[in-house]
């Protein structure tokens, strides 16, 4: 339960002292023994405690003092005790910043229990801390409602995983369809976890050219290539002590990630044309747009790194999927807009409202932003009605008949039908027919169709 924490256990009592260090060392914690204020002074300025055990009353003064600013660091669980025991004191002790009070005598045995306990009301606070954010600050509005509840409800193992592991954090894996907000979520992990003071480095994997992935993730020695005129370090040796977003890891290649496996896996990486080892710590976070879990059984991904990601995995649901909650981002979005814009009487009328909630969004809220701010910029101000959406009502247009695109050389083969290329090719045939009603008006295409304008683009582009 406690193998790698890194306790402080300040106790002035010689005997009591090294009972309390040799249990917690039995249950694999890391411990660091102080007999007075000053020596616990000292490993709180040189040690990543994840929690600290201190006596009140010490030769050198109250233990309570080791709480004042500058004191632990936010990610250090604090719990004091003391033989004197009483509520006042309780109450002083949580207030200076303590997580829990035990008075003595106590049974070492409790100790993983209510470090356990601690770190499960800071993984809950951490989540409390999240929803006000999304809603609260610009930017993070991101997640609304259900599908605020159903992320939160993954959430809860990260952060209480977080909790308990202090500093030595696993992977963790988000994937989610495009515009869902994965890095958004991944920059919440970070700046919400025990390695907030530490760097972000963030990199999209499909946008790094192929020749030059190697040298971007690794770095490089000198003379390594034809440009190599200097060493470079790359991502992972920069983000040394932090986090590592690789955004769509799955646009790497397989020897790739096999490189990011062994880095992960072993704590160290060799830069292009050189030979050394070089120790790396780094929390790293992956996202993918697609399923790595069905990209592994269709050999295009690592089955070995995906499991080592997997551990820890959040699904961001798309906005098809919790369609009741556009209303309730789209005001949020536009509130943030507003603010930008500098046009505060906006707002989105009743039938706007209803031209929002009936798309199917395909590039999910990050599409949703892009058509709220076009509206709002172009409409400068009052309220927003989205004309250039499909009406939900379906209004008055020709009806389009499927029958008509029915190919009379086509039939329905004894085996080996593909689904899915059919479904696509039918899709195509319904988006060529209403631009040639609409003779090539991608707009008015849309309308008739009751999609987004970018959603007929990317079916006859895909």
Known sequence: MLNGRQILVMEDETLLRKSLCHYLESKGAEVFPAGNIEEARRIRESTELDYALLDINLPDGNGLDLLDKPGFSDNTRIVMMTADGGIRTAIEA??????????????????????????????????????????????????????????ESQLDKILEADARLGSALPPVLIEGETGTGKSTLARWLHQHGPRKEAPLIEINCSALPESLVESELFGHERGAFTDARKERIGLFEAADGGTLFLDEIASLSLPIQAKVLTAIEDGHIRRVGGNAQRKIDVRL????????????????????????????????????????????????????????????????????????????????????IHEIERSLVFQNSGSLEFESLADPAGGNSPEIRLDTLKNPYWSLPETGFDFEAALKDLTKDVIEEALDQENGNVSAAARRLGVPRDFIRYRIDS
């Not at 954010?133 to 610009?138: F, K, L, S």
């Not at 949020?332 to 505060?344: A, E, G, I, M, S």
């Open 94 to 151: 949580m207030r200076r910043g303590a997580s829990d009070y035990l008075s003595k005598p106590f049974d070492p045995e409790e100790l993983p229990m209510v470090f356990s306990r601690i770190a499960r009301e800071g993984a809950r606070q951490r989540k409390e801390q999240f929803e006000r954010d999304t809603h609260a600050t610009p930017g993070k509005s991101l997640f609304t409602g259900a599908r605020l509840r159903f992320i």
């Open 285 to 368: 976070i992956a996202a993918s747009l697609h399923s790595l879990d069905k990209l592994v059984r269709e050999g295009s991904f690592r089955e070995d790194l995906y499991h080592r990601l997997n551990l820890l995995h959040i699904r961001i649901p798309s906005l098809r999927e919790f369609p009741d909650d556009i209303p309730a981002l789209a005001r949020h979005l536009l509130d943030d807009l507003k603010k930008r814009y500098r046009f505060p009487e906006a707002t989105i009328s009743t039938g706007g409202m209803q031209r929002l909630a009936a798309q199917p969004w395909p590039g999910n809220v990050r599409e949703l």
